[in-house]
């Protein structure tokens, strides 16, 4: 039987031109917008709901080998680096099926 593999991303996000949560708000949904189109990334906000300035996402990406996981989180954290090169950090962790069910 195949595995399945997952990797999650924690997305830290710094905006700091925001001058309101209606402007980070933007900001946000364009990143979020941009990583479930074009990405093809599950996204959503976790924390820093109600900062100004400051966000944080987790996003995932699904693929059936360990590897192409591992790709695809590396394009999108490189595509994260290329337009927030100051204000953004990110961790990630990659998981099968197997790990995740504690079939191993």
Known sequence: MSDAFVAVLRIDLHFPDAG?????????QSVKAQLQGRMGVAVAEVAHHDAWQRSTLAAAVVAGSA?????????VEEWLLSRFPE???VQRALASWTD???LG
């Open 100 to 102: 995740l069910a504690g």
């Open 87 to 89: 204000t953004v950090s």
């Open 67 to 75: 590897g192409r996981a591992a790709d695809h989180a590396d394009r």
């Open 20 to 28: 309101s949560l209606k402007a980070k708000r933007r900001d946000l």
